[in-house]
Antibody
Framework: QVQLVQSGAEVKKPGASVKVSCKAS????????IHWVRQAPGQGLEWMAI????????TYAQKFQGRLSMTRDTSTSTVYMELSSLRSEDTAVYYC??????????WGQGTMVTVSS | QSALTQPASVSGSPGQSITISCTGT?????????VSWYQQHPGKAPKLLIY???NRPSGVSNRFSGSKSGNTASLTISGLQAEDEADYYC??????????FGTGTKVTVL
């Protein structure tokens, strides 16, 4: 079935970086954009970025410019999101999601990233 | 990019209809027919309910409907059921080729 499976929970210290993976299966990977969305504890959804798996082109929300990086590996149908210079406010569940018809139709299970000294 | 504005909470009795609003600007909601709605139960990933303002994905109940007027989009839930108790978020494409989510609405079934 169509699914996105993300890597497991991470605990990081302030100033460190975290890399989260999102592996797609059940569909043609390069045909659908992948978005990253995060949700801080008890808060709403926040859009972070989008990547085109076909050519690797990306767009980042201005808030994350310079701290966020995305890559993709077409041989394994996997997208990676790396957030650097972590601070406590980055503690959140990070989701990847597939875009279809300008909406996010398939979501990963989420990856909890905790930033704590 | 500021979040789209939604009411913090909406409630209704079983069987009733409720409507959740989502207000943006001409640079997002008002400028494009790319408004979507998501339902999120506690501890779960969001689920797509509506795309392109008013279209329902296969498998989504027809009790959920969407519309838009000017800079405000709306989600209506008809025949409210206990299982509809959840958080709801709107989202829109924006003029800067980004996306933005709404502030979120908690729906309570009385």
């Amino acid at each position: 079935q169509v699914q996105l499976v993300q890597s497991g929970a991470e605990v990081k210290k302030p100033g460190a970086s975290v890399k989260v993976s999102c592996k797609a299966s059940g569909y043609t990977f390069i045909n659908y954009y992948i978005h990253w969305v995060r949700q801080a504890p008890g808060q709403g959804l926040e859009w972070m970025a989008i990547i085109n798996p076909n050519d690797g082109s990306k767009t980042y929300a201005q808030k994350f410019q310079g701290r966020l990086s995305m890559t993709r590996d077409t041989s394994t149908s996997t997208v990676y999101m790396e957030l650097s210079s972590l601070r406590s406010e980055d503690t959140a569940v990070y989701y990847c999601a597939r875009e279809m018809n300008d909406a996010l139709d398939i979501w990963g299970q989420g990856t909890m990233v905790t930033v704590s000294s | 990019q500021s979040a789209l504005t939604q009411p913090a909470s909406v409630s209704g009795s079983p069987g009733q209809s409720i409507t959740i609003s989502c207000t943006g600007t001409s640079s997002d909601v008002g400028g494009y027919n790319y408004v979507s709605w998501y339902q999120q139960h506690p501890g779960k990933a969001p689920k797509l309910l509506i795309y392109e303002v008013s279209n329902r994905p296969s498998g989504v109940s027809n009790r959920f409907s969407g519309s838009k007027s000017g800079n405000t989009a709306s989600l209506t839930i008809s025949g409210l059921q206990a299982e509809d108790e959840a958080d709801y978020y709107c989202s829109s494409y924006t003029s800067s080729s980004h996306y933005v989510f709404g502030t979120g609405t908690k729906v309570t079934v009385l």
